[in-house]
Structure formats: structure tokens, C-alpha cells
């Protein structure tokens, strides 16, 4: 399969750009699946359900849950900090007008 890009029109190249991408994403889903299929056949003929070997997670590398909020900035009570990670803008601003961490504690 070959396909002549240089005599299409702009257009045309971004309408095909946009197939390939769903292509791509309906490929990807579809490989997916069979690496599921195949990892669930692999695990069974060891006698084993796959969830008891990934331990329910059949996706590796999921979302971390985030962290609850510790600490809530006094003047705009939507604005929040887990205590991890750098310290907002809000928190520096408090410390440097001479608040104590704990004071901004949850």
C-alpha cells in the first residue's frame, strides 16, 4: 500500500491524519484485548485466575489514588496542600508572614 502524500491537499492530509488516528486507537484497543485473552490463557494453564496472580489489577500502572489535604489556605478555603510535593504559592506566603504550619492544619 502506497500513498502518493506530496499531490494531496492540506485538507486531505488532516482528514487523513484523522483516520489513522482512530485507526491507531481501535488498533490499540483490539491488541489490548488479545494480550488480555493471552495473559488469562497463560495464567489458567498454571491453574490460576489471573486476578489472583495481579492481585485484581489487571492494569498495570493505574492512577494513584491522591493524597488527602492536610493543610487549607485561611483565605481561599478551595485551596488545599497534602503536605507532599513543593509547597504552594499560599503556604510560602503564609510561613513568610510569620504563621506556623500547624496553623493552617486542617
Known sequence: MSIDLSSMSRSELVELKSQIDVAIKSAEIRER???LKAAEAAAA???????EITGGNQRGGGKKQKAAAK??????????????????????????????????EI
Not at 78 to 100: C, F, I, N, Y
Request: charged share 25%; no cysteine; hydrophobic share 30%.
Open 45 to 51: 494453564k498454571y491453574g490460576f485466575a489471573l486476578e
Open 33 to 35: 484485548q488479545e494480550a
Open 71 to 104: 493543610y487549607r489556605n485561611p483565605n481561599n478555603p478551595e485551596e488545599t496542600w497534602s503536605g507532599r510535593g513543593r509547597k504552594p504559592h499560599w503556604v510560602h506566603a503564609a510561613l513568610t508572614a510569620g504563621m506556623d504550619i500547624s496553623d493552617l
